[in-house]
T-cell receptor, first 114, second 113 residues
Framework: AQSVTQLDSQVPVFEEAPVELRCNYS??????LFWYVQYPNQGLQLLLK??????LVESINGFEAEFNKSQTSFHLRKPSVHISDTAEYFC????????????FGTGTRLKVLA | EAQVTQNPRYLITVTGKKLTVTCSQN?????MSWYRQDPGLGLRQIYY???????DKGDVPEGYKVSRKEKRNFPLILESPSPNQTSLYFC????????????FGQGTRLTVV
């Protein structure tokens, strides 16, 4: 079985400051990893994903995440946040065998302060 | 445009009154699922379907039913809603060619009084 842990339920940060949202996972089989973002009153949107290859993956809006197999982590970072980044962020995993069952963390609410 | 469409977006109902939340996708995905989102608990899977006429329980199936009579639709049925089913519900699809991620609907906020 897989599990995902997001230790920080809320992260307040000032605009233009860097931020890191932490995600750790547990799995006995190989997995794909994802970060989803949920803006208020909206569904989840894919932010970025790690499938294989380079352990550093980037999104089009400046976020990046690094897959660390030894630490079973997939932390999300942004060097300079904007007010518009205020949202809830979910880390998720799914087995590479194509079962399409996604396990989500409990979410981290990022609040960017002016 | 690729879409997962849920209806209704908001629903207030009374205990025991049967309701259906619809989900439709235009991406020809084989896999569809329902999640509920509750504060502090993240998303928990209710039911999923790997293909037409193939459905199975997720992690929190009690009090829910689903059906998959055609590929594009996957309705969620609450036969006798109770207040503990007040939640935000999401339909998701996956399984497109060359795709690994899930695609989500806009959500249905259900309140059972």
């Amino acid at each position: 079985a897989q599990s995902v842990t997001q230790l920080d339920s809320q992260v307040p940060v000032f605009e233009e400051a860097p931020v890191e949202l932490r995600c750790n996972y547990s799995s006995s089989v190989s997995v794909y990893l994802f970060w989803y973002v949920q803006y208020p009153n909206q569904g989840l949107q894919l932010l970025l994903k790690y499938l294989s290859g380079s352990t550093l993956v980037e999104s089009i809006n400046g976020f990046e995440a690094e897959f660390n197999k030894s630490q079973t982590s997939f932390h999300l970072r942004k060097p300079s946040v904007h007010i518009s980044d205020t949202a809830e962020y979910f880390c998720a995993v799914t087995r590479t065998s194509g079962t399409y069952k996604y396990i989500f963390g409990t979410g981290t609410r990022l609040k960017v302060l002016a | 445009e690729a879409q997962v469409t849920q209806n209704p977006r908001y629903l207030i109902t009374v205990t025991g009154k049967k309701l259906t939340v619809t989900c439709s996708q235009n991406m020809n995905h084989e896999y569809m699922s329902w999640y509920r989102q509750d504060p502090g608990l993240g998303l928990r899977q209710i039911y999923y379907s790997m293909n037409v006429e193939v459905t199975d329980k997720g992690d929190v199936p009690e009090g829910y039913k689903v059906s998959r009579k055609e590929k594009r639709n996957f309705p969620l049925i609450l036969e006798s809603p109770s207040p503990n089913q007040t939640s935000l519900y999401f339909c998701a699809t996956a399984g497109g060619v060359g795709s690994t991620e899930a695609f989500f609907g806009q959500g249905t906020r259900l309140t059972v009084v």
